[in-house]
């Protein structure tokens, strides 16, 4: 699973990039996504978020709508990262994580999943290729046990979500 973070806040003149923290929109988005994949049983054994600060108040929204927040750790590797670097990352998963969550940025998200998904619905991956917006979530299957077997080309998009598309729900 793919997760942009929430929308940021870019009021503060001056600070770093990665200390920017979510606006109000984003601090609204993400626990819907939250409970949105809760409701849905997509439940990461791990989530891999990047160190920034809108991604960590990103997976902290998220998690919380869950009974018990899914284990995650700080990866600094994800922030700033191309899809390539991403893709390392990912290759490196134990094999006992089963569905990993990336908490992360764009442009390499959706590079990311543009790069890995040929197959599966055709609507969601029509929106998918459109625009990858903040808060967007890509569930991605694979037909392999092995994270070092993922490769460009080699998922199944299962769906995609935005924080628009669950207002319309």
């Known amino acids: 699973m ?17 200390d920017r923290v979510l606006s109000a929109r984003g601090r609204s988005a993400a626990p819907r996504v939250g409970e949105y994949m809760a409701g ?19 997976w ?18 994800v922030y700033d ?16 994580v089963h569905a990993l969550l990336v908490v992360g940025h764009n442009p390499a998200m ?15 991956r029509d929106a998918m290729d459109e625009k990858f917006p903040t808060a967007a979530l890509a569930v991605i299957d694979f037909a392999t046990d092995s ?11 299962d769906r995609f979500v935005t924080p628009r598309s669950l207002r319309l729900e």
């Open 110 to 124: 959706e590079e990311l999943a543009d790069s890995l998904v040929t197959m599966g619905d055709p609507v969601s």
């Open 147 to 157: 994270w070092s077997d993922i490769a460009q080309g080699t998922g199944r998009l």
């Open 40 to 58: 849905q049983a997509l439940v990461p054994d791990l989530a891999l978020v990047s160190s920034a600060q809108r991604t960590r108040e990103t």
């Open 60 to 77: 902290e929204l998220v998690s919380g709508a869950y009974k018990e927040p899914p284990a995650s750790t700080i990866e600094p590797r």
């Open 2 to 18: 793919l997760l942009r973070h929430a929308k940021s806040d870019w009021s503060e003149a001056g600070q770093a990039d990665i």
């Open 81 to 96: 990262a191309s899809a390539d670097k991403l893709l390392r990352v990912i290759r490196e998963t134990q094999p006992d």
